[in-house]
């Protein structure tokens, strides 16, 4: 399996901060990468897939990056709606594997 | 609009089974592929199992594989889970999502149903 490294675990920012999350994976995957928001008791929403395409709606604060093994999540100007947690997802190859998320939270 | 709607979860004992249900609308269910997700509490996301839309491919987790079931009724436009033999380690918020273009990324979700297994 595809083992997803996500880093930080935990991120605390203000609003207008630049908020960059990582993931590294165990292997090549490519661009095979999306990017999910969840917040509690909501569904995951889909911010970017292809590692760099940004999904309909997403507003463009939020961009993302890398290839292979590398890959960038990145947030310009963090918003009071953007606290929540955050997951990379490989999907190079089944099974399909998460990162272990990172929470931001408020400063 | 698109929804994904599930339901059937809830307090089974170690060992039983429950049948999930995702109710699907606002798009055309027959053709796309589909997968059930899960959180258990206090971890991360965790893909269990996919369908292809005529459901000629299926994966499972080897977490979930061998007990639990993913099948589809595209004339209900609904995706289904059995699980079987019921874990402890199986309680989690299940979630399905739909996969936009065979491409295995998921872009809508449902907002999850609960299943509690006791020891």
């Known amino acids: 399996d595809i083992q997803i490294t996500q880093s930080p675990s935990t991120l605390s920012a203000s609003v207008g901060d630049r908020v960059t999350i990582t993931c590294r994976a165990s292997?090549?995957?490519?661009?095979?990468l999306a990017w999910y928001q969840h917040k509690p008791g909501k569904a995951p929403k889909l911010l970017i897939y292809?590692?760099?395409t940004l999904q309909s709606g997403v507003p463009s604060r939020f961009s993302g990056s890398g290839s292979e093994t590398e890959f960038t999540l990145t947030i310009n100007s963090l918003q009071p709606d953007d606290f929540a947690s955050y997951y990379c997802?490989?999907?190079?190859?089944?099974?399909?594997?998460f990162g272990g998320g990172t929470k931001v939270d408020i400063k | 609009q698109v929804q994904l709607v599930e339901s059937g979860g809830g307090l089974v004992k170690s060992g039983g089974s429950l049948r999930l249900s995702c109710v699907a609308s606002?798009?055309?269910?027959?053709?796309?592929?589909m997968s059930w997700f899960r959180q258990a509490p206090g971890k991360g996301l965790e893909w269990i199992s996919y369908?292809?839309?005529?459901?000629?491919?299926?994966y499972y987790a080897d977490s979930v594989r061998g007990r639990f079931t993913i099948f589809r009724d595209n004339a209900k436009s609904s995706l289904f889970l059995q699980m079987n033999s019921l874990r402890a380690e199986d309680t989690a918020v299940y979630y399905c999502?739909?996969?936009?273009?065979?491409?295995?990324?998921?872009?809508?979700w449902g907002q999850g149903t609960l299943v509690t297994v006791s020891s």
């Open positions: 999502a739909r996969d936009p273009d065979a491409d295995n990324y998921f872009d809508y």
């Open positions: 606002g798009f055309s269910f027959s053709g796309y592929y």
């Open positions: 369908i292809s839309s005529s459901a000629t491919t299926i």
């Open positions: 292997q090549s995957i490519s661009i095979w």
């Open positions: 292809r590692a760099s």
């Open positions: 997802m490989q999907y190079n190859t089944y099974p399909l594997t």
